[in-house]
């Protein structure tokens, strides 16, 4: 044998030559092999005798051909090569080492043309097939492979790379529950154990890693003590140990374990503490990237606010139920808050939040886990029930009702939230998701037309009056831009002495070419949904100022006029400025109007209405509580906002001479208004008797048709002349 070297080998030098985990070859100067160390053998499996054929490198390429000849010309030109070359082993399987090939200047026998090579092959397969599966993996996670899936092949790719060993990737969830989500050769009967174990110091190395945060390893299962009952069905399942790494996300948080099962009793050896460590990071990426994929999906379909479904994934899920009950029954529940705005305007939006997490829940404890529940806008919601027949319909939707109905309180108030629900039935009513809700939005609305806490079950004749609606809101809108709209007065008369003129309340009226006079209360609701009611009081002030400021120059002695307001209104930051505005254009004072509300205005505490109220009452105007009695009714509500005048609802006056009752509270009402310095206006006086009551009791002013109808503002002039001819002459 000949070693190419200046120096003869010592005995030291030829065993670390030999024992070196590298496999060296040392060819003579025709490029025959002329000596293998035993690390050559070890790692090739061909001994010196093999390698006598052919010009090593060319052997160990086998079929790369063409490689042979580039690593050649490098020889000849450079006079060494380096790279990393793929070669075939002696039982033909493949493998990754690092090449370096140097040609040796044999000095002492200089002689052109020939040179001998030593070539030191170190098997780099390992460190090859991990940076493969690196590669794959951030592929995969770019590419959004599901999760499961691409740890799945990680743990088969490991499992490849070391022999005997079983991997698996468990899922941590928030609240510290373990589940398997990759685990590709574990037997199922011990998949089962490992399903939703608590994070835990005392329940085996990965629910143990996830409660500590730092790895954990179990070197002999069967013998240690925490892994108690289940130890032995590991054991007999060939998982002898367990290392378990925790995966964390970029804030520290374990969001889950990486676990490798030995089938003997030991511990890791450093080759696994470098995959460990590699794939740890790797399984972080991924494991992060999907739960912003779910968190992404969360915002986009679902309402962040009560995790219901958000209309898009209602839709979606809704479609899929029924495709899925096709010959079956099912109904849509179409539900709505009543005053859901006022309580968020005036109890604040935190309020108004809770109140709607609140609503939620409660519709989730009356509803089946099949069901579809989802958040359509802001204050309403929708449940489709599969494989219901219209006979529970009634039972179904009153247990809603009574459900969204208990009472809830929210920073020391309490209040009976209320709602409305419209019901449609599949196939009946439609079949489709969109028909369906349509119908039970319809059925919604003529619920809220009866009242508060109402059911309504679809008509085929409701979506008539939806389209009527819609017909209402587009005539109403060109009537405004036409100025189309007209306004009556109806007089309000004192009720002692001379019986003088109080006032005129403006009332608006629309004559319609084909439908005739529409009836106030129909349009104004139109107009308050749509959004019209800011234009229609814009043009209701100006017109009743216009108005006053013609009565003036007539000379009919007109103290103010009265007009009607919406809560809306007041949600014009600059609603007051408008009016104030009016008055200076027609030349008149605050005192000329007075402004009628209703209590929902007083229960509003949002602060563009508290503005406006502030600054309408600063400028002279005066407040009216328009139909009291009706509503909240509650007068320990009064001393809140700076109100002068009091509108007894004509519900009241109506009984005040037939039922004790509404004697009884009309005489408190008349009693606790007079010691707050407001003035009652009785409305709805029709006969003489009721006039009689009220001003016997000390009602101060009527307002009724037992004195006038509202009429057009030409007829107020003589019907003033007219009563104080009367008045003066009785
Ligand atoms: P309201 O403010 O309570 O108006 C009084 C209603 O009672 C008027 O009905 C009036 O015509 C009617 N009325 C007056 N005296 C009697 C009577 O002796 N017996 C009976 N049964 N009714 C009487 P109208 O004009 O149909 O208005 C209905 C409602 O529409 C009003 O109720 C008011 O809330 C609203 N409204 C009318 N005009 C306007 C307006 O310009 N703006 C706003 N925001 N609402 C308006
Ligand atoms: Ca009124
Ligand atoms: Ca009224």
């Not at 010309?73 to 790279?83: F, I, K, P, S």
């Not at 019209?532 to 043009?539: A, D």
């Not at 949600?571 to 008055?583: E, I, K, R, Y």
């Amino acid at each position: 044998m000949t070693i190419l070297t200046p120096a003869t080998p010592t005995a030291d030098w030829l065993q670390a030559l030999h024992s070196s985990n590298s496999a060296w070859l040392v060819t003579d100067e025709q490029l025959r092999v002329a000596h293998v160390n035993e690390g050559f053998t070890r790692l090739l499996g061909y001994s010196l005798q093999d390698m006598q054929d052919a010009w090593p490198l060319e052997k160990l390429l086998g079929q790369d051909t063409e490689l042979a000849p580039h690593i050649r010309d490098e020889l000849e030109q450079h006079g060494a090569y380096t790279g990393e070359l793929l070669l075939r082993c002696k039982d033909g399987s493949p493998l990754w080492v690092a090449a370096t090939v140097n040609t040796l200047n044999r000095q002492p026998f200089p002689k052109v043309g020939t040179t001998a090579e030593v070539i030191v092959l170190t098997d780099i397969g390992f460190t090859k097939r991990f940076e493969a599966l690196q590669r794959q993996m951030l592929e995969d996670v770019v590419m959004e492979k599901p999760l499961a899936n691409l740890l799945h092949d990680m743990c088969g790719t490991l499992e490849q790379m070391i022999p005997r060993l079983k991997v698996c990737v468990m899922d941590v969830d928030a609240s510290g529950l373990l589940n398997p989500l990759a685990a590709p050769s574990i037997a199922p009967q011990v998949l089962e154990l490992m399903k939703c174990v608590r994070s835990g110091p005392d329940h085996g190395a990965s629910a143990s890693a996830a409660y500590l945060g730092h790895e954990v390893m179990t070197p002999d299962i069967a013998e240690d003590a925490h892994w108690g009952a289940v130890a032995t069905l590991f054991t007999s399942a060939g998982l002898q140990a367990c290392w378990s790494n925790p995966i964390k996300n970029h804030e520290g948080r374990v969001v889950g374990t990486l676990d490798f099962y030995f089938d003997t009793p030991r511990s890791p050896n450093e080759l696994h503490r470098q995959l460990v460590l590699a794939c740890l990071h790797l399984c972080a990426v991924a494991m992060e990237r999907d739960a912003s994929k779910h968190r992404i999906r969360q915002l986009a379909y679902y309402d962040t606010l009560t995790r219901l479904p958000n209309r898009t994934m209602f839709n979606e899920c809704a479609e899929q139920a029924l495709h899925a009950m096709r010959g079956h029954q099912g109904l849509l529940f179409f539900l709505d808050l009543d005053r859901f705005k006022l309580w968020n305007d005036s109890l604040g939006h935190a309020a108004g939040d809770a109140l709607l997490r609140e609503i939620a829940d409660r519709l989730g404890s009356c509803t089946r886990p099949e069901d579809v529940v989802g958040r359509l806008s802001s204050d309403e919601f929708a449940v489709l029930m599969p494989h219901c027949a219209p006979d529970q319909m009634p039972f179904l939707a009153q247990r809603m009702l009574d459900a969204i109905a208990e009472p809830f309180s929210i920073n020391g108030v309490m209040t009976t939230p209320n709602a409305c629900v419209g019901v449609c039935t599949y196939p009946e009513d439609g079949t489709d998701i969109e028909t369906l809700l349509r119908h039970a939005d319809q059925a919604m609305y003529a619920a809220k037309g009866q009242g508060s806490q109402r059911w309504e079950r679809y008509r085929p004749e409701m979506g008539k009056i939806s389209q009527e609606r819609a017909d209402m809101e587009r005539e109403l809108r060109t009537t405004l831009a036409a100025g189309g709209l007209q306004l009556h007065y109806q007089p309000q008369i004192c009720s002692s002495g001379a019986q003088r003129l109080y006032g005129v309340e403006a009332l608006a009226r629309w004559q319609h070419p084909e439908w005739g006079w529409v009836p106030p209360p129909r349009f104004i609701a139109v107009a308050e949904d749509s959004g019209l009611i800011h234009t229609l009081t814009s043009w209701l002030i100006d017109a009743a100022c216009t108005q006053l400021a013609t009565w003036r120059a007539q000379g009919v002695p007109m103290p103010h006029v009265s007009i009607n307001l919406s809560t809306n209104n007041f949600h014009l930051p600059d609603f007051a400025m408008q009016v104030q505005q009016t008055l200076l254009r027609h030349g008149l004072t605050g005192q000329d109007l007075m402004l009628e509300i209703t209590e929902s205005v007083m229960l509003d505490s949002s602060p563009a209405t508290l503005n406006n109220l502030q600054t309408l009452h600063a400028m002279g105007m005066r407040l009216s509580m328009d139909d009291f009695g009706t509503g909240y009714s509650s007068l320990s509500y009064l001393h809140r906002l700076p109100i002068s005048e009091l509108k007894l609802d004509k519900s009241f006056v109506q009984d005040v001479t037939v039922s004790s009752a509404a004697s009884a509270l009309t005489r408190s009402v008349l009693n606790i208004a007079t010691s707050l310095g407001m003035t009652v206006v009785a409305e709805g006086v029709e006969t003489q008797e009721q006039a009689d009551w009220l001003a016997r009791h000390g009602c101060p002013v009527l307002q009724g048709y037992r004195f006038a109808k509202p009429m057009p503002a030409t007829d107020i002039g003589p019907w003033v002349q007219q009563h104080a001819e009367r008045h003066a002459a009785a």
